[in-house]
């Protein structure tokens, strides 16, 4: 069966700080891949998607940046961080288009 | 643009009463539907799907869900509340035309009481 992984669960950073958040996806090839903030009371906003190696999309302008080195690896980055970075972020995949999005257990994020 | 409203933001009601969560789309195409439920700290677990055929759609823990197209909802029901079911409820749609992204609603909170 098909599991992801997401880490770490919570991370403190400082302003201006980096960031790099991994996400992986076992039991499966050539997954869609995909990035959510969640803040707090609100729903989802989809950050970033991937359909294949080395193929982003980004969907709102930000801090943020996504990477995808491996076929089942999406990474989460930052130069430097803001305070409205802090949220909960989330990493899903589906197995295609019109597929229902299976989400890991997120990562909390402050910032202080 | 594509749109979906969950127009209760919370719902209270009482351990083995019936419950409904609403949700209500704004697509112009025809829309797949999802309905995900969250509890505290945790990633979204998928409950229940639609895309074709029957409208009435049986999901996981009990619950169900029907499609009205004329009435653009996708409202999610269970005949029987237990204390667990208490979460945050997201309805999300998507559509073959719009690739392979998701609009999530804001979510309903459900709180049990005993």
């Known amino acids: 069966s098909q599991t992801i992984h997401q880490w770490p669960a919570t991370l403190v950073q400082p302003v201006g700080s980096p960031l790099s958040l991994e996400c992986t996806v076992e039991g499966t090839s050539n997954p869609n891949l995909y990035w959510y903030r969640q803040a707090a009371g609100r729903g989802l906003q989809l950050l970033f998607y991937s359909v294949g190696i080395g193929q982003i999309s980004s969907e709102v302008p930000q801090n943020l940046s996504a990477s995808r080195p491996q076929d089942r690896q999406f990474i989460l980055s930052s130069k430097k961080l803001l305070l409205s970075d802090s949220g909960f972020y989330l990493c899903?995949?589906?197995?295609?288009?019109?597929?229902?999005?299976?989400f890991g257990d997120g990562t909390r994020l402050s910032i202080l | 643009a594509q749109s979906v409203t969950q127009p209760d933001i919370h719902i209270t009601v009482s351990e083995g009463a019936s419950l409904e969560l609403r949700c209500n789309y704004s697509?112009?195409?025809?829309?797949?539907l999802f309905w995900y439920v969250q509890s505290p700290g945790q990633g979204l677990q998928l409950l229940l799907k639609y895309f074709s055929g029957d409208t009435l759609v049986q999901g996981i823990k009990g619950f169900e869900a029907e499609f009205k197209r004329s009435q653009s909802s996708f409202n999610l029901r269970k005949p029987s509340v237990h204390w667990s079911d208490a979460a945050e409820y997201f309805c999300a749609v998507g559509a073959t035309e719009y690739g392979n992204k998701l609009v999530f609603g804001a979510g309903t909170i459900l709180r049990v009481k005993s």
């Open positions: 697509y112009g195409a025809t829309p797949y």
């Open positions: 899903a995949w589906s197995k295609d288009t019109n597929q229902p999005q299976h």
